[in-house]
């Protein structure tokens, strides 16, 4: 059993501890969703519960020993899945990656080959086996990780928003996965923010709550995602084939014409889909891209931006963009590179001529209104926050700036629901007066936000 005793936790850097006497057990055979808003210290929970980060005050045992003792039978028990799946992968191919542990541990041969194959067949990545890794979408890697972690036969599975990538369909592959493993035995502590998961778990544990929560089961019902979607037109199938639209869609002329042509090339960046197919983006208005993993969703942003040469991928401007696209990825840790927030949150826009008063004046208002104290998180660290309000402020950061076109990149992923409600009232206004380009799997998020919303609904994996 995993027992967590009397813990305080902080991230490296930070001054203050963001949990502070927490204990909790999981059991084998038990699935833990451990929950919370962003920044209440889910991910320092799960790095303790891992072994990965010792805590300030109080105990993580395994079976009775401590984690991290040398020696510790954690050592080949337990598995941990973090939240950026680009940092985590070793292999070559993704039967490599998938093997990676389980050879690690000592298992090798035809058998392993075998049981890579299946993986791969249950994960739905068999047509993936001899890609590279780093090549995948980032919903692909986050279900190559979970399934290599599986594969390894853990005792004891960790698991930091593992899913906040995958489109709804490898979800539920992913959770079938996890619930087969749980009735085998394997005990599971699971973040996460999404509804759907913690109805999956046994037992929901709430960071921001004085207590645990009781188990979030409920038989049918709508998860909170669904409910902030609730009076959204249904899709409606595009004759063009591999094309919905939803909703009436924003008016003007376009600025810029995405044309996406067939077939996908061999090699390098690609949209998968059966049929030709444009994007129109007006000189204002919300656009949202919406698919399977590995669809081409962020090789479209990227083109969009200029960041991308994509061989099926034409983008017709109207007219010059000026001032430029401006992207924020879907990786927040990979492009915050300022000291303090307020630094980082004003860079771009005052790169671009933005007053910064102005600019500070409306990051403070942003923030008000998503629940922080403006002048508590402007004097923090960046590398103190947690994924989420990385994101925040990645988000943030690009709306404030003068550009074009506004390209966001999963802007909801991993956030709790009162960041993902503020995030969707900015990126709203922000199309009031400019156009901005989203591509998201919180499809609920998306019709409730976007004028109109583009599914690669036909993109067939190879």
């Known amino acids: 059993m995993l027992s967590a005793r009397g813990l305080w936790l902080a991230p490296p850097g930070a001054p203050d501890p963001v949990v502070r006497d927490v204990s909790l057990d ?105 890609r590279d890794p780093r090549t995948l979408s980032a919903g692909r890697q986050q279900l190559v990780l979970l399934a290599a972690a599986l594969l390894a036969r853990p005792a004891l599975l960790v698991a930091d928003e593992p899913s906040a990538h995958l489109d709804p369909s490898a979800r539920a592959t992913a959770l079938a996965l996890v619930r087969a493993a749980v009735t085998a035995g394997l005990a599971v502590a699971w973040v996460t923010q999404e509804a759907e998961e913690m109805r999956a778990a046994d037992r929901v544990v709430d960071l921001g709550a004085a207590a645990p929560a009781p188990a979030a089961r409920k038989e049918g019902g709508a998860s909170a995602g669904a409910e902030a979607g609730q009076g959204a037109a249904a899709p409606r199938a595009d004759a063009a084939g591999g094309v919905a639209m939803i909703g009436a869609g924003p008016s003007g002329a376009a600025l810029l014409t995405l044309e996406v042509g067939v077939p996908r090339p061999p090699e390098g960046p690609g949209v998968r889909t059966e049929a030709a197919f444009s994007v129109e983006v007006p000189r204002a208005g919300v656009v949202g891209l919406t698919g399977p993993n590995g669809g081409g969703k962020s090789v479209l942003l990227n083109a969009a931006a200029g960041l991308l040469e994509a061989v099926q991928v034409a983008c017709r401007w109207s007219e010059p963009p000026a001032p430029p696209p401006i992207l924020c990825g879907q990786y927040p840790e990979l492009q915050i590179f300022e000291e303090r927030v307020e630094d980082e949150l004003l860079f771009a826009a005052a790169t671009r001529g933005r007053p910064v008063p102005e600019a500070r004046a409306a990051a403070a208002a942003a923030l008000a209104e998503a629940g922080y104290v403006p002048p508590q998180l402007f004097r923090r660290r960046t590398w103190t926050l947690s994924a989420g309000e990385k994101r925040v402020v990645s988000v943030l950061g690009a709306l404030l700036a003068p550009a074009a076109l506004v390209l966001l990149d999963e802007p909801t992923a991993g956030l709790d629901e009162t960041r993902r409600r503020a995030v969707g009232r900015w990126v709203a206004e922000a199309g009031r007066r400019r156009p901005v380009l989203i591509a998201s799997q919180d499809e609920a998020w998306l019709r409730a936000t976007a004028a109109r919303v583009v599914e690669i609904a036909r993109a067939a994996r190879r």
């Open 26 to 130: 999981v059991r084998p055979g038990e699935w833990v969703a451990i929950v919370g808003p962003n920044g209440c210290g889910k991910t320092s929970l799960a790095l303790a519960l891992a072994g990965l980060a010792p805590p300030r005050r109080g105990r993580v045992t395994w079976r009775g020993e401590p984690l991290g003792a040398p020696g510790a039978a954690a050592r080949r028990e337990v598995a941990a899945v973090l939240q950026e799946p680009a940092t985590q992968l070793f292999g070559d191919t993704v039967a490599d990656e998938l093997a990676f542990t389980a050879r690690n541990l000592g298992r090798d041969g035809a058998a392993l080959a075998g049981e890579v194959e299946a993986m791969a067949q249950a994960a739905g990545l068999a047509g993936d086996l001899h």
